[in-house]
C-alpha cells in the first residue's frame, strides 16, 4: 500500500479516504492507473482531476458507503474491479450487517489493490467456475444453529460476518491460540488457496510444490482432526510460518502465501513512508533496514526478507511501547523463507525450482 496525494491541492491521502480533508473534494479509486483522484462533479457523472478528458462514476457499492471506487461512465457494469467479485453481500436492510460489511470490504479493497499490482490473475476471462468469487454469510441468530466458516471452496471464499465485530474476532483467536487474526490476514489466507489451484495445481507445477510445501494429496480432513486433537510438536517454527500451517501441505501455502503478501503491503508503506531502521545500540549493519526499492517489482526475493526482519522487529517494538501485542509475532526460519521464495517466483510467473 502507498501515500497518495490530492491533484487539486496537493493534500497527503489515504487509501480508504473519500473527502480532501483540506480543500473538500470528493475523492475516488481509480484502477487503472492504482491511483486515487480528486473529482470534479459534472452533469451526471465525475472527471478525474488524475487523468485528462475521462468521465467517471461510482460503484454501485459506493451507495451504502462500501466502496470508493470508480468506473469509466459509459461501463455497461455497475460495479467495480473489486466489486465485481462479490457473489453475496449481507443483508442490507439490517444496520449491523452494513457495518460490518463495510469493515469486510475495506480489508478486501486492500486485497484487491495488492492481488491488481502484483498483476495476478482473477478469473476475470473466466465463467464462474473458475472465478474468483466472495459469499460474506451471517450465521443464523441462534447459538445452538449451524455456523458460517470462512473457507474456500474451488474459487469461492466464504467469509462470517461476525469477523467483522472486533470483540467477537478476538474471542475467537484466544480460543483458536492465533497470535494473528484480522480480516485482511483471512482475505489473504483464503485467496492462497484459490492461487494454489491456479498457479500450482493449473499450472503445472505440483510436483515442485511437493517437495517445498509437502504432499497435498494427504488427506485433509483427518490432518486437521489430527491437528486440532494433538496441536503442534515444540520446535514446529523451525520449519514453517505459523502453527497452523502445520497442519496439512495446503494450510501450509495458504499461510505462507499470507505472509508474502503482509510482507509485500507493508515494505510499499514503509517505502511511501521514507522508513529506515538503524538503531545505534546495534552492530553495524546488524539491524538496518531501509526500503529503497519496489516489493512489487523486485525480480530477487532476498532483499524483501532481508529487509523485512529488523523492520518488523521495530515495529513489535513500537507496538509494545503502547501496550499492543506485536505486530508480526512470526518468525523467519530459513526453510520459511524458502518457502516465501517460492511464492515469490509464482506470483511472478517463474517455475519453482525442480
Given at each position: ?51 485528462d478528458n475521462k468521465q467517471y462514476r461510482f460503484c454501485a457499492n459506493a451507495e451504502y458507503d462500501v466502496c470508493n471506487w470508480l468506473i469509466e461512465a459509459d461501463a455497461p457494469y455497475d460495479f467495480c ?180 503478501l503482509h510482507i509485500v503491503d507493508t515494505l510499499e508503506m514503509a517505502r511511501a513512508f521514507g522508513l529506515y531502521v538503524h538503531p545505534p545500540l546495534a552492530r553495524p549493519g546488524e539491524l538496518d533496514a ?58 511472478h510467473g517463474n517455475k519453482l525450482p525442480a
Amino acid at each position: 500500500m502507498k501515500l497518495f496525494k490530492c491533484q487539486h491541492c496537493g493534500q497527503l491521502l489515504y487509501f480508504e479516504n473519500t473527502v480532501c480533508e483540506k480543500c473538500a473534494r470528493r475523492l475516488g479509486f481509480i484502477s487503472e492507473i492504482m491511483n486515487l483522484s480528486a473529482l470534479e462533479p459534472t452533469a451526471n457523472e465525475w472527471r478525474a482531476l488524475a487523468l485528462d478528458n475521462k468521465q467517471y462514476r461510482f460503484c454501485a457499492n459506493a451507495e451504502y458507503d462500501v466502496c470508493n471506487w470508480l468506473i469509466e461512465a459509459d461501463a455497461p457494469y455497475d460495479f467495480c474491479d473489486a466489486c465485481r467479485h462479490n457473489r453475496m453481500i449481507p443483508d442490507t436492510s439490517i444496520a449491523e450487517n452494513v457495518v460490518a460489511w463495510r469493515k469486510i470490504e475495506v480489508a478486501k479493497h486492500r486485497l484487491f489493490y495488492t492481488l491488481m499490482k502484483l498483476d495476478l490473475p482473477l478469473g476475470q476471462k473466466y465463467g464462474n467456475d473458475h472465478r474468483l468469487v466472495f459469499d460474506f454469510l451471517a450465521s443464523p441468530p441462534h447459538v445452538d444453529g449451524p455456523r458460517v466458516m470462512t473457507s474456500h471452496d474451488n474459487g469461492l471464499i466464504t467469509l462470517a460476518v461476525e469477523e467483522a465485530d472486533d470483540a467477537e474476532r478476538e474471542k475467537r483467536r484466544t480460543i483458536m491460540h492465533e497470535p494473528y487474526r484480522t480480516l485482511l490476514g483471512h482475505f489473504r489466507h483464503e485467496v492462497g488457496h484459490y492461487f494454489w489451484d491456479v498457479l500450482v495445481r493449473d499450472g503445472g507445477q505440483l510436483e515442485a510444490s511437493r517437495k517445498i510445501f509437502g504432499d497435498e494429496r494427504a488427506d485433509y480432513g483427518q490432518a486437521l482432526e489430527h491437528y486440532y486433537a494433538n496441536g503442534v510438536w515444540s520446535d514446529w517454527q523451525e520449519r514453517f510460518i505459523s502453527a497452523y500451517a502445520t497442519s496439512h501441505p495446503w494450510e501450509d501455502f495458504a499461510e505462507t502465501w499470507a505472509h508474502y503478501l503482509h510482507i509485500v503491503d507493508t515494505l510499499e508503506m514503509a517505502r511511501a513512508f521514507g522508513l529506515y531502521v538503524h538503531p545505534p545500540l546495534a552492530r553495524p549493519g546488524e539491524l538496518d533496514a531501509q526500503v529503497d526499492f519496489d516489493p512489487y517489482s523486485v525480480h530477487d526475493a532476498a532483499p524483501l526478507f532481508e529487509t523485512w526482519v529488523p523492520l518488523s522487529k521495530a515495529l513489535n517494538s513500537l507496538n509494545r511501547t503502547m501496550g499492543l501485542q506485536d505486530m508480526y509475532p512470526f518468525t523467519l526460519s530459513p526453510p520459511v523463507v524458502e518457502k516465501l521464495s517460492a511464492i515469490h517466483d509464482l506470483v511472478h510467473g517463474n517455475k519453482l525450482p525442480a
